[in-house]
């Protein structure tokens, strides 16, 4: 056989081999393993979050999005009559009822809480995540369907992890909140993704730019374009940065980046022994505290 055409088939073998393990990889992080509800309100009840949950009262209630797709949400109000609202956002691979620790502690500060099922997440039809890129949009209508319909004098956003950067990249449009609480989330996905790749998975970098172009041909968005930090620079929203000291997954560095990159008020916290998600759990007294402090100190 002719050398050339046997080098010929060896690299087109290595550049197929390589968009199809990006192709993979893309489609793992658009389409991960999702938590049920299930697993969900076990863990939460063995980590101690449930709390009076059951005995809130709740309105369920779906939003079509600006693309029509439908989101699953939940309207808890509070025991006695608030014009303060809050809502939360939740982190990926997660749900609304993973929320709930965080509802509870809104829920004893007298606010009416709204938690939702991010795309492709909960209760939602299947759908490609893109880690904020279409779900920040999702956000921004809720916070339109919120203010039009409640008349909110308070409003609030509360993000954990991935729900952290969707609430984060919403702000770039200066939506009518007053404050945003962003707890363990990432400055930006292009930087995370490479961490990961380099020091979890001990890959090669390169990888990286498959995996980009695999999610734009499949899933409709390039990794570079969820850049949370970009919308700290004219920023002039009050944010509380919480993170897990501990995080190993999305470094602390992440929330000390947008900290220092905020325009306006901001402050950071880091909750030591927490890992990713965890601060909360970690220590609750702590991270109430917190909350209470900074919502006392911008409203």
């Known amino acids: 056989m002719n050398?050339?055409?046997?080098?010929?088939i060896i690299i087109s073998a290595i550049v197929a081999f390589y968009f199809i393990l990006c192709a993979i990889l893309s489609r793992m992080i658009s389409?991960?393993?999702?938590?049920?509800?299930?697993?969900?309100?076990?863990?939460?009840?063995?980590?101690?979050?449930?709390?009076?949950?059951d005995s809130f009262k709740k309105e369920p209630f779906i939003l079509p999005?600006?693309?029509?797709?439908?989101?699953?949400?939940?309207?808890?109000?509070s025991d006695t009559?608030?014009?303060?609202?809050?809502?939360?956002?939740?982190?990926?691979?997660?749900?609304?009822?993973?929320?709930?620790?965080?509802?509870?502690?809104?829920?004893?500060?007298?606010?009416?809480?709204?938690?939702?099922?991010?795309?492709?997440?909960?209760?939602?039809?299947?759908?490609?995540?893109?880690?904020?890129?279409?779900e920040s949009k999702d956000?921004?209508?809720?916070?339109?369907?919120?203010?039009?319909?409640?008349?909110?004098?308070?409003?609030?956003?509360?993000g954990e992890s991935m729900g952290s950067a969707i609430s984060a990249i919403a702000l770039k449009e200066k939506p009518p909140v007053n404050f945003a609480i962003l707890d363990c989330g990432y400055s930006d996905l292009k930087r995370l993704l490479k961490e990961i790749i380099n020091k979890t998975a001990r890959a090669p970098l390169f990888l990286y730019h498959g995996i980009t172009l695999m999610s734009k041909l499949l899933h409709g968005f390039f990794i570079g374009q969820v850049c949370p930090i970009d919308?700290?620079?004219?920023?002039?929203?009050?944010?509380?940065?919480?993170?897990?000291?501990?995080?190993?997954?999305?470094?602390?560095?992440?929330?000390e980046r947008m900290n220092k990159a905020c325009r306006g008020y901001s402050e950071l916290h880091f909750i030591e022994g927490a890992g990713h998600a965890m601060s909360l759990d970690t220590s609750r007294k702590e991270y109430y505290d917190i909350v209470k402090r900074f919502i006392l100190k911008v409203l």
């Open 139 to 158: 956000l921004l209508l809720m916070i339109d369907h919120v203010t039009k319909k409640y008349g909110p004098e308070v409003l609030g956003l509360h």
């Open 81 to 134: 009559p608030s014009k303060k609202f809050v809502i939360i956002s939740h982190g990926w691979t997660y749900l609304k009822t993973g929320s709930v620790k965080y509802v509870n502690l809104f829920h004893s500060m007298g606010f009416n809480v709204i938690t939702y099922d991010n795309r492709g997440h909960g209760e939602n039809k299947k759908f490609p995540c893109s880690m904020g890129y279409r």
């Open 231 to 255: 919308s700290m620079k004219d920023n002039e929203i009050p944010i509380c940065f919480i993170h897990g000291a501990a995080d190993d997954f999305i470094s602390p560095v992440h929330s």
């Open 65 to 77: 999005s600006f693309d029509g797709y439908e989101l699953h949400a939940l309207f808890i109000p």
């Open 31 to 53: 389409f991960p393993k999702k938590h049920t509800y299930e697993e969900a309100v076990e863990y939460e009840k063995t980590a101690g979050n449930w709390g009076d949950y």
């Open 3 to 8: 050398p050339i055409l046997i080098v010929t």
